[in-house]
């Protein structure tokens, strides 16, 4: 029997990604990003709408080539629905259905943040996929949220932030230092150098396992206008060592939410997902984790880490499994939680 091959295209933000997948196995993974958006600081909807519009058919067409595949050998279309900016998911959702219906192949819809976390069952992406239940920390430049993974399609969200992302975080401070956007892989390569017990800052308090952002930002805020106002050359002199006390402070606010989730529920299968799981601090955190706690963790290659075509193919593969199929009426939707509710 001829195992499935399947398309999926990634186009919630502002990196326009296709993929193919044939079984589990990731045959190409393309993604065309979009640098006009550094010098704004931050994703510029609209830019970034225009931007698909002028990228999906080359990456598509890219993916196709690198994968040796014929269009017409495509057993099903895979494409993020939501969450994301709407103008960019418009763009994919627009392309997907079109060329499944040209091409007379089913469609299939994949909600983005359900995707950061299946990505662990691409086949190159684990040398075994985690057990049901895990506790997955998904955490990127919107989303910061401690998932429970009961099965693929069977999430429940116990604990997120109540207001900034740990990403946006990330970005923010960056901002605060004069990095370039995105910041957080900048802070990420000067903490390497930098001493993370140099600087302190304030830690929130939060019940349960949520998270909150907002006060590190304010804090480290609050610090450098501090010392700016002694040292005019304050920032520059000791950037590196602002970068990785910062970044240990995020990364112990995440995994101390992290830990006590996975203490209280008796779990030791963790993962990590989303743009921010690249962070070299988390990753080392968790791999500590290993011996220290008795977890079996789960740390994405950096290609599944941003937002890829890869992950969506394979939530794709796993529906085309299950015969679940999406009408060509499907519309794009900007607010799609990670346990599959939809706001229109």
């Known amino acids: 029997m001829n195992q499935t091959i399947i398309l999926g295209i990634e186009s919630s933000c502002d990196d326009t990604s296709a993929a193919i997948i044939k079984g589990n196995a990731i045959l190409s993974n393309v993604a065309a990003t979009q640098a006009i958006h550094v010098e704004y600081g931050g994703v510029v909807p609209?830019?970034?709408?225009?931007?698909?519009?002028?990228?999906?058919?080359?990456?598509?067409?890219?993916?196709?080539s690198k994968a040796n595949i014929q269009q017409n050998t495509i057993s099903a279309i895979g494409f993020t629905r939501g969450?994301?900016?709407?103008?960019?998911?418009?763009?994919?959702t627009s392309f997907a259905k079109s060329l499944a219906m040209s091409l007379d192949v089913p469609l299939i819809e994949?909600?983005?943040?359900q995707a950061h976390i299946l990505c662990h069952f691409i086949e190159d992406?684990?040398?075994?996929?985690?057990?049901?239940?895990?506790?997955?920390?998904?955490?990127?430049?919107?989303?910061?949220m401690i998932v429970l993974v009961k099965d693929y399609f069977?999430?429940?969200?116990?604990?997120?932030?109540?207001?900034?992302?740990?990403?946006?975080?990330?970005?923010?401070?960056?901002?605060?230092?004069?990095?370039?956007?995105?910041?957080?892989?900048?802070?990420?390569?000067?903490?390497?150098?930098?001493?993370?017990?140099?600087?302190?800052?304030?830690?929130?308090?939060?019940?349960?396992?949520?998270?909150?952002?907002?006060?590190i930002k304010t804090s480290v805020l609050y610090f450098l206008q501090k010392e700016v106002k002694k040292n005019p050359d304050f920032i520059k002199e000791n950037l590196e060592d602002i970068c990785a006390s910062v970044q240990k402070c995020l990364v112990e606010i995440l995994?101390?939410?992290?830990?006590?989730?996975?203490?209280?529920?008796?779990?030791?299968?963790?993962?990590?997902?989303?743009?921010?799981?690249?962070?070299?601090?988390?990753?080392?955190?968790?791999?500590?984790?290993?011996?220290?706690?008795?977890?079996?963790?789960?740390i994405p290659k950096f290609e599944y880490t941003t937002d890829n075509a890869a992950m969506i193919a394979m939530v794709a593969q796993l529906k085309f499994e299950r015969g679940e199929f999406a009408p060509l009426n499907i519309s794009a939707t900007a607010r799609y939680d990670i346990e599959g509710n939809f706001f229109e």
């Open 46 to 64: 609209e830019l970034a709408s225009r931007a698909h519009q002028q990228n999906i058919v080359p990456v598509v067409h890219q993916a196709l």
């Open 83 to 92: 969450p994301g900016l709407l103008g960019s998911l418009l763009v994919g």
């Open 110 to 113: 994949v909600n983005h943040l």
């Open 125 to 144: 992406a684990n040398p075994k996929p985690p057990a049901f239940p895990f506790l997955c920390l998904t955490v990127s430049g919107g989303h910061t």
């Open 154 to 215: 069977d999430m429940e969200i116990i604990g997120k932030t109540m207001d900034d992302a740990a990403g946006e975080a990330f970005d923010k401070i960056g901002k605060m230092l004069h990095l370039d956007y995105p910041a957080g892989a900048i802070i990420d390569k000067l903490a390497k150098i930098g001493n993370e017990n140099a600087f302190t800052f304030n830690k929130p308090k939060v019940d349960d396992y949520q998270y909150s952002f907002s006060g």
């Open 255 to 298: 995994m101390n939410k992290l830990e006590k989730a996975a203490k209280d529920l008796n779990i030791n299968e963790i993962a990590i997902a989303g743009g921010v799981s690249a962070n070299s601090g988390l990753r080392t955190a968790m791999k500590e984790n290993e011996e220290k706690l008795g977890w079996k963790t789960y």
